[in-house]
């Protein structure tokens, strides 16, 4: 069974920098392609990044919004992926969490908040 735990969520100010952590239990996570997503209050949950795994590993993409300023990586030692933020939004707070990509219903986990305020 795989679990994923994200942290790193937080309060920060506009123009700021967070860096959320996704622990992925189980034995598939070097061969997987992992994305993180988030949603704002009131809005569908959004694809903000991804980045390959097995062969074509790292390879990585970007939604328009966060090109820039987010960047997505993986450790296949520590079954860890990464968000990077730099020069944080307002419109950027939501919950944000990590999942395969494409996404499996059984992978979603509590996520973690971030919001950017003043």
């Known amino acids: 069974q795989v679990q994923l735990v994200e942290s790193g969520g937080g309060l920060v100010q506009p123009g700021g920098s967070l860096r959320l952590s996704c622990a992925v239990s189980?034995?598939?996570?070097?061969?997987?392609?992992w994305g993180w997503y988030r949603q704002a209050p009131g809005k569908q949950r959004e694809l903000v990044a991804r980045?390959?795994?097995?062969?074509?590993?790292?390879?990585?993409v970007y939604a328009d919004s966060v090109k820039g300023r987010f960047t997505i990586s993986r450790d296949n030692v520590k079954n860890t992926v990464y968000l990077q933020m730099n020069s944080l939004k307002p419109e950027d707070t939501a919950i944000y969490y990590c999942?395969?990509?494409?996404?499996?219903?059984?992978?979603w986990g509590q996520g973690t908040q971030v919001t950017v305020s003043s």
């Open positions: 189980g034995s598939i996570f070097s061969i997987t392609n």
């Open positions: 980045i390959t795994g097995g062969s074509l590993a790292n390879y990585a």
């Open positions: 999942n395969a990509f494409p996404s499996r219903g059984d992978y």
